[in-house]
Nanobody
Framework: QVQLVESGGGLVQTGGSLRLSCAAS????????MGWFRQAPGKEREFVAA????????MHADHVKGRFTISRDNAKNTVALQMNSLKPEDTAVYYC???????????????WGQGTQVTVSS
């Protein structure tokens, strides 16, 4: 099991930027894939981005490509999500996740953080 704690959420205006961070702890972190998901009120939790600890391979959902960037800092055991050009439809609770498979499905991940709220005002 991996323990995950998100930070960095908040309120921002349309077009602004936020940087989310996820602190990970546990054994064999190098073997995990790290992901970001989000869930807006009344909607399903959806994939945002993923990265491998070891190889640095990344994947971003189409709706955030060119605006969001996932990265990791192996020395600090953290994963970040840089969000630029934010839109009101990006408003959601953002969750950090860890899993064994490099994918975009919720089932690919078995450890979740508590979530951090991102609100984009129009």
């Amino acid at each position: 099991q991996v323990q995950l704690v998100e930070s960095g959420g908040g309120l921002v205006q349309t077009g602004g930027s936020l940087r989310l961070s996820c602190a990970a702890s546990g054994r064999n972190l190098w073997s995990y894939v790290m992901g970001w998901f989000r869930q807006a009120p009344g909607k399903e939790r959806e994939f945002v981005a993923a990265i491998t600890w070891s190889g640095g391979n990344t994947m971003h959902a189409d709706h955030v490509k060119g605006r969001f960037t996932i990265s990791r800092d192996n020395a600090k055991n953290t994963v970040a999500l840089q969000m630029n050009s934010l839109k009101p439809e990006d408003t959601a609770v953002y969750y950090c996740a860890a899993g064994r498979r490099f994918g975009s499905a919720r089932g690919d991940y078995d450890s979740w953080g508590q979530g951090t709220q991102v609100t984009v005002s129009s």
